[in-house]
T-cell receptor, first 108, second 115 residues
């Protein structure tokens, strides 16, 4: 069993839909990261969470430390949101353990 | 925040050759990391590049195959040596910057194909 698991692996949505990607982890963490990777390979850091909830534009990230679970929500999804979304658990120091990623496709 | 650039952005190389990937940051950072992402896989940490000392390698990665340099606080290189098709991956540089809290920033990646 991976230390960081994401679901779903693949997600297809219609433009405008509300999207949720889930992340569960089994290790103790100091922070939980959500990353976005576009087809070219480059990665953008979306959120770093240690508790509660953060919002940036149409993106919302939540974390429940007791349940070791985090969610990434996208409101009013758009085709430009199509990317791979990766959850990463920050454990000792700066070490990150990555989930397998969720491939999101938003159709117009 | 920290802005990271990598060179080259992509390359196609023949087996048996070596490729050096450069990572440049626009500010001084303490921690720099090199990751590999094989096709369809998640990211795997290769090593932590330490300024002024040898890199710290993760299990399964060795200095002879992935020599790393870190001459100063803004620059690092990763060399993929004696390449084989199994080395075809995206190689990513990341840095840790302290902007209130410790945050990690990622470079655009280098897409390597070995034929």
């Amino acid at each position: 069993k991976n230390e960081v698991e994401q679901s779903p692996q693949n997600l297809t949505a219609q433009e405008g839909e509300f999207i949720t990607i889930n992340c569960s982890y089994s290790v103790g963490i100091s922070a939980l990261h959500w990353l976005q990777q576009h087809p070219g390979g480059g990665i953008v850091s979306l959120f770093m969470l240690s508790s509660g909830k953060k919002k940036h534009g149409r993106l919302i990230a939540t974390i429940n430390i007791q349940e070791k679970h985090s969610s990434l929500h996208i409101t009013a999804s758009h085709p430009r949101d199509s990317a791979v979304y990766i959850c990463a658990a920050q454990t000792s120091g700066s070490r990150l353990t990555f989930g397998e990623g969720t491939q999101l496709t938003v159709n117009p | 925040s920290a802005v990271i650039s990598q060179k080259p952005s992509r390359d196609i190389c023949q087996r048996g050759t070596s490729l050096t990937i450069q990572c440049q940051v626009d500010s001084q950072v303490t921690m720099m990391f090199w990751y590999r992402q094989q096709p369809g896989q998640s990211l795997t940490l290769i090593a932590t590049a330490n300024q002024g000392s040898e890199a710290t390698y993760e299990s399964g990665f060795v200095i002879d195959k992935f020599p790393i340099s870190r001459p100063n606080l803004t620059f690092s290189t990763l060399t993929v040596s004696n390449m084989s098709p199994e080395d075809s991956s995206i190689y990513l540089c990341s840095v840790e910057a302290r902007t209130g809290a410790y945050e990690q920033y990622f470079g655009p990646g280098t897409r390597l194909t070995v034929t």
